[in-house]
């Protein structure tokens, strides 16, 4: 099974600022790659697939990039409702495995 | 607007069994892949099961393999998944949810509101 690491697992940060969470993979997976956001209570919301595409109606404050085992997503200015729990997920291959998440908190 | 409804939560013991059921409405269900995915307490997400559109093809993770069987009736709209011997570990809200594209997508675009299942003795 292909392995995702993100890190980092919490991190604090105001409003206004530039964010990123990097997403590394056990092995290449091309740009098979998607980013959710979870809020408690919610359902999961799909933000970016392939990499770096935007999934429609997700604001453009939202960015990937990346290919083959490191990803990154971006935050461009952080806004009240980002605060929330950020996923990657490859599907490469099967099992379609999620990273461990990351914690977006208030500072 | 696309709809994804869980049913079938609950608590059970230990070794017991139990089936959830997703309906989904206003898309076309049989052209889609199909999963099932779950978040224990305090935990992430982890992909659970896969469905292929026509059902002719289905996958699992080692966790729940042998365990744990999906199919779907697309006369029904409507996607299970059927959990037996069912362990403290499998505690989680399951959520099914809709492949983005049809055939060979594999990310999700349209999730339920989530099924809890307790295992508790």
């Known amino acids: 099974d292909i392995q995702m690491t993100q890190s980092p697992s919490t991190l604090s940060a105001s409003v206004g600022d530039r964010v990123t969470i990097t997403c590394r993979a056990s092995q290449s997976i091309s740009t098979w790659l998607a980013w959710y956001q979870h809020k408690p209570g919610k359902s999961p919301n799909l933000l970016i697939y392939?990499?770096?595409s935007l999934e429609s109606g997700v604001p453009s404050r939202f960015s990937g990039s990346g290919s083959g085992t490191e990803f990154t997503l971006t935050i461009s200015s952080l806004q009240p409702d980002d605060f929330a729990t950020y996923y990657c997920?490859?599907?490469?291959?099967?099992?379609?495995?999620f990273g461990g998440g990351t914690k977006v908190e208030i500072k | 607007q696309v709809q994804l409804v869980e049913s079938g939560g609950g608590v059970v013991q230990p070794g017991g069994s139990l089936r959830l059921s997703c309906v989904a409405s206003?898309?076309?269900?049989?052209?889609?892949?199909m999963y099932w995915v779950r978040q224990a307490p305090g935990k992430g997400l982890e992909w659970v099961a896969f469905i292929r559109n026509d059902g002719s093809n289905k996958d699992f993770a080692e966790s729940v393999k042998g365990r744990f069987t999906i199919s779907r009736d697309n006369s029904k709209n409507t996607l299970y998944l059927q959990m037996n011997s069912l362990k403290i570990g499998d505690t989680a809200v399951y959520y099914c949810?809709?492949?983005?594209?049809?055939?060979?997508?594999?990310?999700?675009?349209?999730w339920g509101q989530g099924a809890l299942v307790t295992v508790s003795s």
């Open positions: 206003e898309f076309t269900f049989s052209r889609f892949d």
């Open positions: 392939k990499a770096s």
């Open positions: 949810a809709k492949d983005a594209l049809p055939r060979f997508g594999g990310y999700f675009d349209y």
């Open positions: 997920q490859q599907y490469n291959s099967h099992p379609h495995t």
